[in-house]
């Protein structure tokens, strides 16, 4: 069973950065994507971003594209999401997950929430 745990998230004001981080464990993620999709209560989740294991190749959502990168180590097994030039509407609740389909995740993890004031 793969288990990812978030950290990183937190109040910041417009136009500053955050980095996330998701650490995964307990299986290989070679085959796998590992992205971010986040959450505001009472709305559906959206896609954030993702990132290849084996590939390296990173994909976005249009509105992040520019402001957000995603990386991994290989040898900590844990990818971060930078976030930049954030916006108030960036605020949501901000999930890893991880599979072989990177629109449609099987495993996640337990959210960390991003709060953006203007």
């Known amino acids: 069973q793969l288990r990812l745990v978030e950290s990183g998230g937190g109040s910041v004001q417009a136009g500053g950065s955050l980095r996330l981080s998701c650490a995964a464990s307990?299986?290989?993620?070679?085959?796998?994507?590992v992205g971010w999709f986040r959450q505001v209560r009472g709305k559906e989740r959206e896609f954030v971003g993702t990132i290849g294991w084996s590939s390296g190749n990173t994909y976005y959502a249009d509105s992040v594209k520019g402001r957000f990168s995603i990386a991994k180590d290989n040898a900590k097994t844990t990818v971060y999401l930078q976030m930049n030039s954030l916006k108030p509407e960036d605020t949501a609740l901000y999930y890893c997950?991880?599979?072989?389909?990177?629109?449609?995740?099987?495993?996640w993890g337990q959210g960390t929430q991003v709060t953006v004031s203007s």
């Open positions: 997950a991880a599979g072989a389909n990177a629109y449609y995740p099987d495993y």
């Open positions: 307990g299986k290989t993620l070679r085959e796998y994507f």
